[in-house]
């Protein structure tokens, strides 16, 4: 009889622990969540590496791939940061805290943070795709794992403030030493003292040096396109700029055949790659 | 060992067989054959011209296929693992069989194994029956494969005249056909004469030498948008075809199960995204999606191309494309438009 | 037959030369004797390989909404594929003045099933005249009558000429005898209520949702089908008996008041569904009812499509 553990299609049951609200129009929401099951939570959080993502369940609703927005020192939760768009999400944003829910995971490759010891962090990241930029910041910023890394400078666009998330945190990354914060909109409005502008604008104004430094991109298609360039334009090598990509995704263990580009599955060989990585594989994003 | 069969025996060797497992083999449906479980060998399609119309790989893969049942009481999924009593697939055709093993390749890694396929893999057998006579639409050589080849079989027979010859590769396949006579040498030199002369016959499709590089490097080019004009963009190549493997994951919640369904790249909404971005928005991007994955990206997955030459899809296509065909248009495409 | 190929490839060449349009839909014979394919010629050089036989098997008009409405388009137009052009112009999927119809009166298309069936092997050439068909079998050459071959949809044939065209390639055809349609119909009819169930049953059950019916159909070309849709899920897209059942029921009412008896759809299908009986009732029901056939004109709506106060309505409870 096959292990009963390691039906990888099977999801894990969790609990929401908590959900509020990052967005001011209620279309981006966290939930924090907790496992039922001690082992489950053990083994989660020997495999876990920020960058990767979970496939969250409802059933009658469905499944989708959600980045993991939290960092493993926070705690035995996970934290993922949802946007009302589809069916399934909405379905999502109607729970709340003590809603069972599956989830399967950590999922893909997460970012490759071991080769980046020793180096210079430019993080770059627009709209909701932030989140797991935002568990990599956390990931860093840890007394543990600071010290392996040098500077850190984070660029976070959104279209206005009020759909900037993780607010708090973010104000409070205003006030340490140990890293840049850039905050940009896409217009100006009133009491706002940071960027505005897109943010590959904004990446071209802070002028990142590439000396010794990994940059990781993640955002709506569109800002990546763009602000890739502009990091090679800067003297950024394409093995050292990173991205996350995204694509329509079932089974998130490379067997539906569904989310590759070329040879390589988004879900299993991803969803962080390269641009050397991306350059030698075809256009079919 | 090569074994002797007198085919007069067939049904006297399935029914001792069929105490301990469920045999299926090809029989006739309407106007064509299917593997079904079996009656008696009277009923058997074993010559039909053309392979069953339907490939074996729903018995390990099914077209719909229960994953999880939900549990209202603990609000929870349960998995619903089927293992089914052993059994032997009689008669398959060796493309048929190491296409087999080729998904074997996406279902059971070292990452994850896929207990649903596992379990079904673990208990059957598959006894192969050659090809004397291969179809225009078969083109097993020119992927590499051929009429009686046993990569992926556990025991392969041959039909010459009035007997079935049986050659063994596995412990399985052994036990199986243990009790029969052996072939003469003369009988067994008959034979393979009989199975090199299937395979010669067979012509080249089209060159495999370059395909992979020709097909990379034609990724943007014109050539997809002219091969697939007039492609109707259904899922029956996909479907008919035993190395596909696509699926789809649904809830259905009248049943309270999560199952999963085929699916094909030949469809509009395969890779239609929330936000109603879609990577390959037309005919032509499925199309080439199509082709790379079976003759390019399969290479980088499993050493080796994802197609064993069956002909289901150039058969059944109701526009007559020819995948053959489409395949010498790109070893030629390229060089065209670089000479005009 | 090759005298219309002749006629064919002077017309095509001629609108190509003269700009008249900018592509024509047509056949082509590539690979297989026994397989033409959809073509789209562009330049004449492109024609060489120009086919019209028995054996075109599919509705060219399923092209059409391919293309944007400003296309000129010369399409080759036998029967129901001109009726298939009104019936999409009706709905406004195209535009009359954009079309060029290359119409050629059809003897019936031959379902290659049907020689399988008969040869039972490798059928290796094909050629056929008016009255008959001949093929190769093993080096042996074997002749049927055309009628035995001919596609069950054609046998029902009533309208073998293109009700429009700019061009006819051809000398007119009789009228079918529109009592085959109607009796075929009638005899499914006649079963009681239990030998309906089974029959219907018996060909869903076939089914693997590949589908091709609605590929290739002309009249299906919704965006999104649905089969597709997950807000509100019509039907499971499993092969449960509900599923495939409530498939072919509501595809062929889609149908209603649209379909014109080409049986590209039954061409299509790779599991033999015999799919036309569904939509032949339909048919039968729209001519009964509201006297109309689809596709017989270019302006009258379906009858679904709009309403008179003296339309019957003993279907609605």
Not at chain 1, 9 to 22: D, K, L, T
Not at chain 2, 101 to 122: G, I, Q, S
Request: aromatic share 10%.
């Amino acid at each position: 009889m096959p292990d009963l553990e390691h039906n990888p299609y099977n999801p894990i049951p969790m609990h929401i622990m908590q959900a509020y609200y990052e967005s001011n129009d209620y279309s981006l929401k966290s939930f924090e969540l907790s496992f039922d099951n001690r082992e489950d939570c053990d083994e989660f959080f020997k495999k876990f590496n920020p960058g990767q993502f979970c496939q969250l369940s409802i059933f009658g609703k469905g499944e989708a791939p959600f980045g993991i927005a939290s960092a493993a020192w926070e705690g035995e939760f996970i934290r993922f940061t949802v946007q009302k768009l589809g069916t399934f999400t909405q379905q999502i944003h109607q729970l709340k805290a003590g809603d069972p829910i599956g989830m399967r995971g950590p999922l893909g490759n997460g970012f490759p943070i071991g080769n980046w010891k020793g180096k210079n962090l430019v993080i770059i990241g627009g709209g909701c795709a932030f989140s797991t930029l935002y568990a990599l910041t956390k990931h860093i910023q840890h007394p543990q794992n600071r010290s392996d890394f040098a500077e850190m400078i984070v660029v976070y666009g959104t279209r206005t403030s009020g759909l900037c998330m993780y607010k708090n945190d973010i104000q409070s990354w205003c006030q340490r030493e140990d890293m840049q914060i850039h905050q940009a909109i896409d217009i100006p409005e009133e009491g706002w003292s940071h960027h505005v502008g897109y943010v590959p604008d904004v990446v071209k104004e802070v002028a990142p040096s590439p000396k010794n430094a990994v940059a990781v991109v993640c955002g709506p298609p569109i800002m990546t396109k763009f602000t890739l360039p502009i990091l090679v334009e800067l003297g950024f090598k394409p093995e050292t700029i990173f991205t996350s990509l995204e694509k329509r995704m079932k089974c998130g263990i490379g067997k539906c055949g569904r989310c590759n580009i070329g040879s390589k599955y988004i879900c299993k060989d991803g969803p962080v790659f390269s641009l050397a990585e991306l350059q030698a594989l075809p256009d079919d994003i | 060992m090569m074994h002797i069969l007198n085919k007069k025996k067939l049904n006297q060797i399935l029914t001792g067989w069929s105490t301990k497992y469920d045999i299926y083999a090809p029989q006739k449906v309407e106007d064509y054959s299917q593997f079904l479980p079996l009656g008696t060998a009277d009923e058997l399609a074993l010559n039909e011209p053309h392979n069953t119309r339907f490939p074996p790989k729903s018995f390990f893969l099914p077209q719909s296929e229960t994953l999880l049942k939900y549990d209202h009481r603990l609000k929870q999924l349960k998995e619903v693992v089927i293992t089914p009593k052993p059994r032997i697939i009689f008669g398959i055709r060796p493309c048929d069989a190491y296409a087999v093993k080729l998904l074997d390749t996406v279902f059971d890694t070292a990452e994850y194994t896929d207990p649903y396929w596992k379990a079904k893999r673990n208990a059957t057998l598959l006894i192969g029956m050659g090809c004397n006579d291969p179809c225009q639409t078969c083109f097993c050589t020119t992927v590499g494969h051929g009429p009686f080849n046993h990569d992926g079989l556990d025991a392969l027979l041959t039909e010459c005249q009035d007997n079935y010859f049986i050659e063994t590769f596995t412990e399985k396949g052994n036990k199986l056909f243990s009790d029969l006579p052996a072939a003469t040498k003369d009988q067994q030199r008959q034979v393979q004469e009989m199975q090199k002369k299937a395979a010669k016959s067979m012509q080249p499709a089209f060159d495999t030498t370059n395909l992979k590089q020709n097909l990379n490097q034609s990724f943007d080019s014109k050539y997809w948008a002219a091969i697939s004009e007039s492609c109707l963009g259904c899922g029956i190549c996909t479907f008919l075809c035993p190395t596909c493997f696509c699926f789809d994951i649904v809830d259905e919640v009248q049943r309270n199960e999560r199952i999963r369904n085929w699916d094909t790249c030949m469809f509009r909404i395969y890779s239609l995204e929330a936000s109603g971005h879609n990577p390959r928005p037309t005919r032509k991007e499925r199309t080439r999606q199509r082709i790379m994955h079976k003759y390019s990206y399969w290479i980088d997955h499993a050493g080796e191309i994802g197609c064993t030459g069956c002909g289901r899809c150039i058969r059944n296509c109701p526009v007559g494309l020819d995948i053959r065909a489409m395949l010498r248009a790109v070893n030629t495409f390229e060089s065209e438009t670089v000479n005009a | 037959m090759s005298e219309t190929i002749v006629k064919l490839k002077t017309e095509i060449e001629r609108l190509l030369n003269e700009d008249v349009i900018d592509v024509v839909i047509a056949f082509k014979q590539e690979d297989s004797p026994l397989r033409p394919q959809p073509a789209f010629f562009r330049n004449v050089a492109e024609l060489e390989v120009l086919e019209y036989n028995s054996l075109c098997q599919n509705n060219l008009a399923n092209y059409l909404t391919r293309f944007p409405q400003d296309t000129r388009i010369g399409i080759v137009v036998r029967g129901c594929e001109s009726r298939s052009v009104n019936a999409l112009i009706v709905e406004k999927q195209h535009q009359r003045e954009n079309l060029y119809l290359i119409g050629i009166p059809c003897h019936g298309i031959v379902d290659i099933k049907k020689i399988f069936k008969k040869t039972g092997e490798e059928v290796t050439d094909y050629s056929e005249n008016q009255d008959e068909v001949t093929v190769i079998v093993n080096g042996k050459e074997i002749t049927f009558s055309r009628k035995e071959l001919l596609h069950d949809s054609c046998l029902r044939c009533i309208h073998p000429n293109p009700v429009d065209a700019d061009i006819l390639l051809g000398d007119p055809l009789p009228e079918g005898d529109p009592n085959i349609a109607r009796q075929e119909v009638e005899s499914i009819e006649a079963m009681s209520r239990d030998e309906r169930y089974a029959w219907f049953r018996h060909e869903a059950e076939r089914c693997i949702r590949c589908y091709a019916c609605r590929e290739a159909c002309p009249m299906c070309y919704c965006t999104e089908c649905f089969v597709d849709h997950t807000a509100p899920r019509w039907t499971e897209s499993d092969v449960s008996q509900a599923g495939m059942q409530a498939w072919h029921i509501i595809r062929a009412f889609h149908q209603t008041g649209r379909c014109t008896s080409c049986g590209a759809c039954e061409r299509a299908c790779p599991m033999d569904i015999k799919l036309t009986y569904l939509t032949e009732k339909l048919n039968k029901d729209m001519r009964e009812l509201y006297e109309f056939e689809a596709g017989l004109d270019s302006e009258t709506q379906p009858p679904f499509a709009s309403f008179n106060l003296d339309d019957k309505k003993r279907f609605i409870v």
